[in-house]
C-alpha cells in the first residue's frame, strides 16, 4: 500500500494534462492507446486529434474508406495498427451494435488487442484492477523492488505481473495505472533518472545499490534486417504512376513507386540486369536521373532507397500501376520515405 501511496499523490501533482485523461469513452481512450505503442505522446498528440476529428464514433471509423484511415495514420508507423483498428470498428459495429464490450477478455478478444490495451480500458472506462504492464512499467517496478528476471521471458513477465496484481490500488485501478506509466514516462526515465528528486529515493533497491543501468534486465536484442529499394519512378504529364503494396510485408496497403528489391544498391547496368526490370520494361525504356541513397530506419529493418526516374518513348503499361495526378496525390497513404522523396521533387521539380 506504500507504494500506492505514494505514487497516486505523485501523479496528481505531476500529470500531464492529456485529452484522453479527461474521458472516459472507452472507443477515445482505445484510439490513444493504439496510437501511443511505439509513439511519443508529443508525436502522437496530434494524430489522436485529427484521428477523432475524422471519425468522432467508432461508426464513423467502422463506414471509412482504408484509404482514409491509413492517410490520417501516414508517418506514425506500425500501420497494421491503423487497419486492425478500422476491422475491429467494423466488428464492433455489425456485430455488437456499436457499443464497445465492457469485460476485460471480451476487450481483448478485438483484433489488435493485447493484454495491455485491455487492461488500460478496462481500469481507466470501468474501474477494474487490471495492471498495465509496459516498457515504463517494468523498469519503474524492476528498479524500485529490484526485480532481476528477463522481461522478455513468459516466467520474468508472470513475475511482474504477479508483482503488479499485489501493487495495484483495487479502489483506484485507473488511477494506479496512469500514476506508474507517466511515473516512468517522467521520473524513472531509461538512462540516467534524476534519483535524487525521487520520491522512491529512501527505498528503491537500483539507487541505494548503484545498479540503475542494469535494470530492467531483457535478453531479446533487437536485430535489424537491412533492405535495398530501388523505386522507378514512372511520371506523365504531373501525373505519378504509383501501386498499392498488397504483400504482408512492411507498409502493407500503402501506395508507392514500382519497386525491385535487391541485396544491395544497384548502379543503372545492375537494375537493367535484374529479373524483375526484364520482367517490367521492354526495349527502348532506359533509366535516366537517380536520386541520393536515402535511409529510412525503422525499428526492426534499415532501407536504403534510391528512387531513379525512367524514361520511356511511348507510353509504360504495367497492370499493377494507377496513375495519379500530382495534385491528388496527398490523398494517398504512403510510407514517409515515400512521402519525403515526392515532397522533395515537387519542391525541386527536378522529375523531369
Ligand atoms: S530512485 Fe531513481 S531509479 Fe529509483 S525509482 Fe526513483 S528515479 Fe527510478
Given at each position: 500500500?506504500?507504494?500506492?501511496?505514494?505514487?497516486?499523490?505523485?501523479?496528481?501533482?505531476?500529470?500531464?494534462?492529456?485529452?484522453?485523461?479527461?474521458?472516459?469513452?472507452?472507443?477515445?481512450?482505445?484510439?490513444?492507446?493504439?496510437?501511443?505503442?511505439?509513439?511519443?505522446?508529443?508525436?502522437?498528440?496530434?494524430?489522436?486529434?485529427?484521428?477523432?476529428?475524422?471519425?468522432?464514433?467508432?461508426?464513423?471509423?467502422?463506414?471509412?474508406?482504408?484509404?482514409?484511415?491509413?492517410?490520417?495514420?501516414?508517418?506514425?508507423?506500425?500501420?497494421?495498427?491503423?487497419?486492425?483498428?478500422?476491422?475491429?470498428?467494423?466488428?464492433?459495429?455489425?456485430?455488437?451494435?456499436?457499443?464497445?464490450?465492457?469485460?476485460?477478455?471480451?476487450?481483448?478478444?478485438?483484433?489488435?488487442?493485447?493484454?495491455?490495451?485491455?487492461?488500460?480500458?478496462?481500469?481507466?472506462?470501468?474501474?477494474?484492477?487490471?495492471?498495465?504492464?509496459?516498457?515504463?512499467?517494468?523498469?519503474?517496478?524492476?528498479?524500485?523492488?529490484?526485480?532481476?528476471?528477463?522481461?522478455?521471458?513468459?516466467?520474468?513477465?508472470?513475475?511482474?505481473?504477479?508483482?503488479?496484481?499485489?501493487?495495484?490500488?483495487?479502489?483506484?485501478?485507473?488511477?494506479?495505472?496512469?500514476?506508474?506509466?507517466?511515473?516512468?514516462?517522467?521520473?524513472?526515465?531509461?538512462?540516467?533518472?534524476?534519483?535524487?528528486?525521487?520520491?522512491?529515493?529512501?527505498?528503491?533497491?537500483?539507487?541505494?545499490?548503484?545498479?540503475?543501468?542494469?535494470?530492467?534486465?531483457?535478453?531479446?536484442?533487437?536485430?535489424?534486417?537491412?533492405?535495398?529499394?530501388n523505386y522507378m519512378m514512372i511520371n506523365d504529364n504531373n501525373s505519378f504512376f504509383l501501386q498499392k503494396r498488397t504483400k504482408k510485408?512492411?507498409?502493407?496497403?500503402?501506395?508507392?513507386?514500382?519497386?525491385?528489391?535487391?541485396?544491395?544498391?544497384?548502379?543503372?547496368?545492375?537494375?537493367?540486369?535484374?529479373?524483375?526490370?526484364?520482367?517490367?520494361?521492354?526495349?527502348?525504356?532506359?533509366?535516366?536521373?537517380?536520386?541520393?541513397?536515402?535511409?529510412?530506419?525503422?525499428?526492426?529493418?534499415?532501407?536504403?532507397?534510391?528512387?531513379?526516374?525512367?524514361?520511356?518513348?511511348?507510353?509504360?503499361?504495367?497492370?499493377?500501376?494507377?496513375?495519379?495526378?500530382?495534385?491528388?496525390?496527398?490523398?494517398?497513404?504512403?510510407?514517409?520515405?515515400?512521402?519525403?522523396?515526392?515532397?522533395?521533387?515537387?519542391?525541386?521539380?527536378?522529375?523531369?
Amino acid at each position: 500500500m506504500w507504494f500506492s501511496n505514494q505514487i497516486i499523490p505523485w501523479y496528481q501533482k505531476n500529470l500531464r494534462k492529456l485529452p484522453w485523461r479527461e474521458t472516459k469513452d472507452p472507443y477515445k481512450i482505445w484510439i490513444s492507446e493504439v496510437i501511443l505503442q511505439q509513439t511519443r505522446v508529443d508525436q502522437g498528440l496530434p494524430y489522436y486529434h485529427n484521428f477523432l476529428k475524422a471519425f468522432p464514433t467508432i461508426q464513423k471509423l467502422a463506414i471509412a474508406e482504408e484509404n482514409q484511415v491509413l492517410k490520417l495514420w501516414q508517418g506514425l508507423g506500425y500501420y497494421s495498427r491503423a487497419r486492425n483498428l478500422h476491422t475491429t470498428a467494423k466488428q464492433i459495429t455489425t456485430k455488437r451494435n456499436g457499443h464497445f464490450p465492457t469485460d476485460y477478455h471480451d476487450i481483448l478478444k478485438l483484433k489488435g488487442v493485447g493484454t495491455y490495451t485491455a487492461a488500460a480500458i478496462s481500469s481507466f472506462c470501468y474501474g477494474k484492477p487490471y495492471p498495465v504492464l509496459d516498457g515504463n512499467v517494468y523498469r519503474v517496478i524492476s528498479r524500485v523492488f529490484g526485480i532481476y528476471d528477463d522481461i522478455d521471458s513468459p516466467a520474468g513477465k508472470k513475475i511482474f505481473s504477479d508483482k503488479l496484481s499485489i501493487l495495484i490500488n483495487v479502489k483506484q485501478p485507473g488511477l494506479f495505472n496512469q500514476a506508474m506509466m507517466e511515473f516512468g514516462a517522467l521520473q524513472c526515465v531509461p538512462g540516467i533518472p534524476n534519483c535524487n528528486k525521487c520520491i522512491f529515493k529512501a527505498q528503491c533497491h537500483a539507487y541505494n545499490k548503484n545498479v540503475i543501468n542494469q535494470l530492467p534486465k531483457r535478453s531479446k536484442k533487437v536485430s535489424i534486417r537491412i533492405r535495398y529499394f530501388n523505386y522507378m519512378m514512372i511520371n506523365d504529364n504531373n501525373s505519378f504512376f504509383l501501386q498499392k503494396r498488397t504483400k504482408k510485408d512492411i507498409w502493407q496497403n500503402l501506395y508507392e513507386p514500382l519497386l525491385i528489391e535487391s541485396d544491395k544498391v544497384l548502379n543503372r547496368k545492375e537494375i537493367m540486369s535484374t529479373k524483375e526490370w526484364m520482367r517490367l520494361f521492354s526495349k527502348g525504356i532506359v533509366l535516366k536521373n537517380a536520386s541520393k541513397v536515402y535511409c529510412h530506419k525503422l525499428t526492426h529493418q534499415t532501407i536504403f532507397a534510391r528512387f531513379w526516374v525512367i524514361k520511356s518513348k511511348g507510353p509504360v503499361k504495367i497492370k499493377e500501376l494507377r496513375k495519379i495526378k500530382q495534385s491528388e496525390i496527398k490523398n494517398y497513404p504512403m510510407s514517409k520515405l515515400i512521402e519525403t522523396y515526392i515532397d522533395n521533387i515537387s519542391v525541386n521539380n527536378c522529375l523531369k
